[in-house]
């Protein structure tokens, strides 16, 4: 007879304890593992312990900040599994420069507080999906009716070959490789242009690629916008 997995272990790090209670009570709910932290230094040293298989981190903790917490974690050793632990922050609608901030340093998404839950469910599946895809990158990407042949370089739409400049490929290859994960504009900047560039010239590339991918660029399913921030390009199957 076949075990049944073990379930997926999830740290949620924050300091007031009624967020924490709701999510261990809504996340236990789904299957998970819940372990709790209050403050960055705790969840150090939870992680040291034993490494969860994803993290929910609130910015604002004391001592040892949310921000301070993903800079040492994706400054550790690359080969250790807390360098690529999923990391979604929790964060307050007002202190955007500090969810841009988190996602240059390596977070792999954001949800503000206050937060709906199927939302933060649906981050936290992505999140999971975008690490196993880290631990090998498949030649072919697919979602929905969007194919990257990333040995090839050809990318069809519903079955139709598109023909992409340069650094329209360049760009949308970025998006691929991250799939499921929130982009910054700077690091999209600094990957594709070498950061020689201003927001602007970002914002025509992504239109013109959704002229080419999307059914309807308007009312886009491919490429999404995270406003204020980046561009997410969905995960794929």
């Known amino acids: 007879m076949t075990q049944p997995s073990a379930p997926l272990r999830v740290l ?3 300091d007031e304890p009624p967020i924490r209670r709701f ?3 809504s996340l236990s709910a789904q ?3 819940i372990v709790e932290a209050e403050d960055g230094d705790a969840a150090l040293k939870e992680i040291r312990r034993r490494t969860p298989d994803l993290l929910v981190l609130d910015l604002g903790l004391p001592g040892i900040d949310g921000l301070e917490v993903i800079r040492r974690l994706r400054g550790a050793d ?3 599994p807390a360098a690529s632990l999923p990391i979604i922050v929790l964060s307050s609608r007002v202190d955007e420069a500090g969810k841009v901030e988190a996602l240059d340093l390596g977070a792999d998404d954001y ?3 206050p937060f709906g839950m199927d939302e933060l469910l649906a981050r936290i599946r992505a999140a999971l999906r975008h690490r196993l895809q880290r631990q090998g990158e498949r030649p072919v990407f697919r979602s929905g009716d969007l194919t990257v042949d990333l040995v090839r370089r050809i990318v069809t739409v519903r079955g139709a070959e598109v023909k992409l400049s340069p650094r329209e490929y360049d760009l949308l290859r970025l998006l691929v490789a991250h799939a499921g ?3 910054t504009h700077r690091m999209i900047l600094n990957e594709v242009w070498g950061g020689e560039t201003d927001i602007q010239y970002l914002r025509i590339y992504i ?3 959704r002229q080419k991918i999307e059914a309807e660029p308007d009312r886009p399913q491919h490429i999404l916008t995270e406003t204020g ?3 997410r390009l969905r995960a794929g199957e």
Request: glycine content about 12%; charged content about 25%.
């Open 31 to 33: 299957g998970y593992d």
């Open 207 to 209: 239109r013109q690629l």
């Open 12 to 14: 949620v790090v924050d």
């Open 23 to 25: 999510l261990r009570t």
């Open 181 to 183: 994960k929130v982009l």
């Open 111 to 113: 949800v503000t507080k």
């Open 229 to 231: 921030v980046g561009y």
């Open 78 to 80: 690359p080969a250790g």
